[in-house]
Structure formats: C-alpha cells, structure tokens
T-cell receptor
Framework: KAGVTQTPRYLIKTRGQQVTLSCSPI?????VSWYQQTPGQGLQFLFE???????NKGNFPGRFSGRQFSNSRSEMNVSTLELGDSALYLC?????????????FGEGSRLTVL | AQKITQTQPGMFVQEKEAVTLDCTYD???????LFWYKQPSSGEMIFLIY??????QNATEGRYSLNFQKARKSANLVISASQLGDSAMYFC????????????FGKGTRLHILP
C-alpha cells in the first residue's frame, strides 16, 4: 500500500513569491492535515480537510490556504512568502472520524525562503 | 484551549536501559486520544502508540508502553530495552474528540541512545 506522497520534497523561493505544495494521501483515506515544523515552534497545525471540506484551521495568517480535491489529494498554498515561512511542511492522512485518528505522515516538503 | 507539554528537550540514555519520556496534557473534555510519534533524523513521522481517554488499560506496542495517569493528565512513553535505533525526536500529541478534533503536538524530546 503506497504511503503519503508529498511533492516537491525540496524547494527554494524568494521573498514575495508564492508556493504550492501537493499531498497525495494513502488510498482510502479521506482526511488530510497539514503541519508546519520549525526548530523553534515545533509542529504547528495548519489545517485539516475531510471530503473536500476544511474541518479545522490553525492560527496562521490568510496567506496560508489549502484545498482538497474529490480524489482526496490536497494542496496548500502560501502567498507573499516571508523568511519565516522557511520550514518543513508535513502532510498527514487518516481514515477519518471512525477510528483512533492515527496520522500517517509524508516525508515533507522542505521550503527555504531567501 | 488544548495544550501538550513535554518538559524534556533532550535526554541521553545508555543502550539497553529503559527510557521514560514525559508528557502532560490539558483538556476540559472527557473524550480525547493521546498519541506518540517518532521522528528519526530522516524526517518522517512514525506512529508509535495510541491511548483513548476511556481505555481502562495502558496501551502497549512491543517495546513501547504508555503510562496513562488520567487524574494527573499524564501520558508518559516508556521504551524498554532501548536500542541505538531509538535515537530520534519523540512527539506527544492529543486529539480532542469533542471539540474541534484536530491533533496538536508537543514540542518534542530528542532522545540520544549511547552505545
């Protein structure tokens, strides 16, 4: 069974640019969550999508947005990049509400903003 | 608001010894789940163990066990007979089922196993 796939794995952008990250969940998983991981702040919750609907949103500015498609694949977008957006962005999928809620993580997309 | 606290930023433990990683949580709701994840230097997050708030017994998975003390709001991870491959970051996390149901993570503990 294929795991969670995130693309791209690494990317470098400059301030003011925008970036789109992609996440393909495990087949059959309908919930996709996004996290930002930095050395100082640890793992911070960005948002969660379930069946194409945003269920939860963390405390991030509106520059951070996401969506989920009918095949459960998800994208997140960061506009007007700032230096502080440099981080590892982790995507995680889960079956949804009917189980313990264990998350299956991808390997992450490491974003560097110059 | 929900909160997860891991008070040990780093730990050094001799190989084959048992390790206890501390985690305390704060929630006002009776229905919640607690998780532990491992993140090796390669970056991927690996699920280790889960404890539901209504589970009567402490969860165990191989060498991992969760010491769940509900009244103290404590969910410590115990690794028995530590191995060099256990060196990694360990994160405690909580899902609050009655509220917004999202999973939040503690800041993590970096565990170093010494040969």
């Amino acid at each position: 069974k294929a795991g969670v796939t995130q693309t791209p794995r690494y990317l470098i952008k400059t301030r003011g640019q925008q970036v789109t990250l992609s996440c393909s969940p495990i087949s059959g998983h309908r919930s996709v969550s996004w996290y930002q991981q930095t050395p100082g702040q640890g793992l911070q919750f960005l948002f969660e999508y379930f069946s194409e609907t945003q269920r939860n949103k963390g405390n991030f500015p509106g520059r951070f947005s996401g969506r989920q498609f009918s095949n459960s694949r998800s994208e997140m977008n960061v506009s007007t990049l700032e230096l502080g957006d440099s981080a590892l962005y982790l995507c995680a999928s889960s079956l949804g509400l009917a189980n313990t809620g264990e998350l299956f993580f991808g390997e992450g997309s490491r974003l560097t903003v110059l | 608001a929900q909160k997860i606290t891991q008070t040990q930023p780093g730990m050094f433990v001799q190989e084959k010894e048992a390790v206890t990683l501390d985690c305390t949580y704060d929630t006002s709701d009776p229905s919640y789940g607690l998780f532990w994840y491992k993140q090796p230097s390669s970056g991927e997050m690996i699920f280790l163990i889960y404890q539901g708030s209504y589970d009567q017994q402490n969860a165990t998975e191989g060498r991992y066990s969760l010491n769940f003390q509900k009244a103290r709001k404590s969910a410590n991870l115990v690794i028995s007979a530590s191995q060099l491959g256990d060196s990694a970051m360990y994160f405690c996390a909580m899902r609050d089922r009655n509220r917004d149901d999202k999973i939040i993570f503690g800041k993590g503990t970096r565990l170093h196993i010494l040969p």
